[in-house]
T-cell receptor, first 116, second 109 residues
């Protein structure tokens, strides 16, 4: 198994540009999570999906951020327009279905975003 | 989700056991204790989890007190590759896990 795959691994863009981050979860996993990590705020949950349906997006910072999961094997996190304060490492994680809410999350390698 | 309290940092000599404490005094009966770690520049990695009983796997052991208000992660023979930030998390039934600041573990040669 290749694990959770994220692309691109690094992204440098200019303020105002649209940024799209991509994630392929582990096959068979039915939950997908997007996190953001900065030195100041640590690791923050942005949004998560169960069975491709967004369940909780309360962590999404503002309307410039949007996430989709069109099918079980693909998700995107989009920032439009991007701002320098969006610079961070963005992680995607997936989890297999288990009883209740219990399950191990498997993280991807992250996308390092720098907005100039 | 219940909150957890961990020391900011710890040192451990290479080859010795590393014991990382975590307080979760407001944990409820159906919440599990999970441990993850994050090695520099990598995504967090699952280590172990438990509910009431002590647990052991190939990476570590988890000791949970009888009242479940605290736990200890034990790395039996720490190596330099165990240098990382270790997160203690309480996972409930709402699918969300909240990462705190964790403990930065330094393994000293």
């Amino acid at each position: 198994d290749a694990g959770v795959i994220q692309s691109p691994r690094h992204e440098v863009t200019e303020m105002g540009q649209e940024v799209t981050l991509r994630c392929k979860p582990i096959s068979g996993h039915n939950s997908l999570f997007w996190y953001r990590q900065t030195m100041m705020r640590g690791l923050e949950l942005l949004i998560y999906f169960n069975n491709n349906v967004p369940i909780d997006d309360s962590g999404m910072p503002e309307d410039r951020f949007s996430a989709k999961m069109p099918n079980a094997s693909f998700s995107t996190l989009k920032i439009q327009p991007s701002e320098p304060r969006d610079s961070a490492v963005y992680f995607c994680a997936s989890r297999s279905p288990q009883g209740g809410s219990i399950g191990t999350q498997y993280f991807g390698p992250g996308t390092r975003l720098l907005v100039l | 989700d219940a909150k957890t309290t961990q020391p900011t940092s710890m040192d451990c000599a290479e080859g010795r056991a590393a014991n990382l404490p975590c307080n979760h005094s407001t944990i409820s009966g159906n919440e599990y204790v999970y441990w993850y770690r994050q090695i520099h520049s990598q995504g967090p990695q699952y280590i172990i989890h438990g509910l009431k009983n002590n647990e052991t796997n190939e990476m570590a052991s988890l000791i949970i007190t009888e009242d479940r208000k605290s736990s200890t992660l034990i790395l039996p023979h720490a190596t330099l590759r165990d240098t990382a930030v270790y997160y203690c998390i309480v996972d409930g039934w709402d699918d969300k896990i909240i990462f705190g600041k964790g403990t930065r573990l330094h393994i000293l040669p």
